[in-house]
Each structure stands twice: as structure tokens, then as C-alpha cells.
């Protein structure tokens, strides 16, 4: 028989209405979550929610722009009014902007860093009160290899967001340990997400398939990620099964970064 290793839970996901979030919101609705998707396109999250409560699992839509701290504390406070509780919190929305550093205006750089940076502050801000309460929590940031540990031509703005990510995720996991709160980053590589395609052009690429399929075969595991992939590593980390890691970055890449020569 097999067990639900988040029933019961709450969580939240940002950016849940496509890409990594929405792999990593049916994930957790698949073992028995309650999860709230908050996203800024309305109309996806409501198809989502209704579709998942149609297979049995619960998600519930909220129209959130993780950026404006208004909304957030809102869209927080419904939830824990709604739910009695928050025990996970994923920061996953983000934007990838790809220009280059003297050619990027000022108002994309800060738009990367309203969402990227400013985005992950004002969730986590919003749920830690209800964690520090409970004495319970995961919050889990969905970084990138792309800052961290690597980078390319056009990603000053987004490297240096996930950057800060890091140094976010290690200092709040020492202040809250004590309070049993995991806080853990994950650093995907390359995943199969609009994201990942809205590249492509820029990269020279006329067919966003074909600039999938080469980037897949430099990785060692002969591919992209898929969002289910993406999705078991977020229910390892959002359950109790990964109880006593904190402040980590966890690569999930097929491989990718620690290959000396590519192909
Ligand atoms: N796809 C990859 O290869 C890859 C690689 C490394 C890291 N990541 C990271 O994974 C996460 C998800 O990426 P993805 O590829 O699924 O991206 P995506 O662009 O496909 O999806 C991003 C989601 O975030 C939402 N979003 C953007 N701005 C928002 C805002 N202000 N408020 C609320 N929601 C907002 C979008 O509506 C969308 O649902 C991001 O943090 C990204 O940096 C992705």
C-alpha cells in the first residue's frame, strides 16, 4: 500500500502555473498535500486547481504577484485562515531575462530583482511568523546552477539574483534551525519549461525543439528535466524524509555541471 508523505500538509507554491511550479504543485497534491498555487496568470491557475480537484486533489488558485508585498501578506493570511496552517513554502517563481550587462536597461535588471530576490523575501516573510509558530516548516528555493556555481553571456541580472539566493537560504536556515524550520535550496539545470525555450531565439536558434534536443545531448543523462523530475525532489525536501538537511544547495542537472569537456 502506498503511503502519502505530505497528507495533511500545506504548502505553498509560487509561479505555479506552468513550468517547475506546476510539476512541483501536482507532485505534492500526488501525496496528499493541500497546496495554494499562487501565480500572477489567473486563468491557468483556475484551469490547474480544477483540474487537479478533479482527480481527487486539492489546489487552490491565488492570483499573486510574488513582487508586491500587499498581495503576498494577503493571499498568505487567506491561506492560513483557509487552511489553519502553513507548513511548506516553495519560492519558485522567477524571471530569466538574457541580455547582455551593457546593453540591459535598468528597469529589467530591477524587474529581476523585484521578483527574483524581492519576491522570495516578501513569501518567506509572510509565512515564517505561522512556521515560528508551529515550530515546523520547509522552505525550499528553487535557485538555478546559474548564479551559484556557473553561468552564460546575457545572465548578469539572474545570476546575481540566484546569488543572492544562496546567501539567503544559508542565513535563514542558521536562524531558524532551532524552530525545527528546514530552509534548503534546489539548483536545477537544464529543465523543459517555457522558461527554458523563451532562450532559444536569443541563442540563435529558430526551433526552440531543436535547441532542446542539443542541449540534451551535452548532458550526460542524454537530456533536458522533466517537471515530474523536478516535482520528487521537492516532495524529498517538503517531507520528512530529509528531516536533517538545512542551508543546502541541492544540483539536480542530469550531470551537467561537472563535466570537464561537454559531448
Ligand atoms: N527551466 C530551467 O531550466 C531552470 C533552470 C534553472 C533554474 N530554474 C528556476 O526554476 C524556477 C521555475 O522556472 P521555470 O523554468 O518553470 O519558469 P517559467 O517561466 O516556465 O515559469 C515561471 C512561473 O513563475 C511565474 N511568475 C513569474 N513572475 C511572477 C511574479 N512576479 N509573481 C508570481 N508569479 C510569477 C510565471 O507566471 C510562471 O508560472 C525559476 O526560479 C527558475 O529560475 C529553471
Request: with cysteine; charged share 20%.
Amino acid at each position: 500500500m502506498s503511503v502519502s508523505i505530505l497528507k495533511g500538509r500545506v504548502a505553498i507554491v509560487t509561479g505555479a502555473s506552468r513550468g517547475l511550479g506546476e510539476g512541483i504543485a501536482r507532485a505534492f497534491t500526488g501525496e496528499g498535500a493541500v497546496v495554494a498555487m499562487f501565480s500572477r496568470d489567473a486563468q491557468r491557475l483556475q484551469e490547474h486547481s480544477a483540474a487537479l480537484k478533479e482527480m481527487g486533489q486539492e489546489a487552490v488558485a491565488f492570483p499573486v504577484d510574488v513582487a508586491d508585498v500587499a498581495q503576498v501578506n494577503r493571499a498568505v493570511e487567506q491561506v492560513v485562515s483557509e487552511f489553519g496552517r502553513v507548513d511548506i513554502l516553495v519560492n519558485n517563481a522567477a524571471v530569466a531575462p538574457s541580455m547582455l550587462f551593457v546593453e540591459m536597461p535598468d528597469d529589467v535588471r530591477d524587474g529581476v530583482i523585484d521578483v527574483n530576490i524581492k519576491g522570495v523575501w516578501n513569501c518567506t516573510r509572510a509565512v515564517m511568523p505561522h512556521m515560528l509558530k508551529q515550530r515546523y516548516g520547509k522552505v525550499i528555493n528553487i535557485s538555478s546552477v546559474t548564479g551559484p556555481m556557473v553561468s552564460g553571456k546575457g545572465m548578469t541580472a539572474y545570476a546575481a539574483s540566484k546569488g543572492a539566493v544562496s546567501g539567503f537560504t544559508r542565513t535563514l536556515a542558521l536562524e531558524v534551525a532551532e524552530y525545527g524550520i528546514n530552509v534548503n535550496a534546489i539548483c536545477p539545470g537544464s529543465f523543459d519549461t517555457p522558461m527554458f525555450r523563451s532562450v532559444a531565439g536569443k541563442r540563435g536558434w529558430s526551433s526552440d525543439d531543436e535547441y532542446v534536443k542539443h542541449v540534451g545531448k551535452e548532458i550526460p543523462l542524454g537530456r533536458l528535466g522533466t517537471i515530474e523530475e523536478m516535482g520528487d525532489l521537492a516532495v524529498f525536501l517538503a517531507s520528512d524524509k530529509s528531516k536533517y538537511i538545512t542551508g543546502a544547495e541541492i544540483v539536480i542537472d542530469g550531470g551537467n555541471i561537472i563535466q570537464e569537456h561537454k559531448g
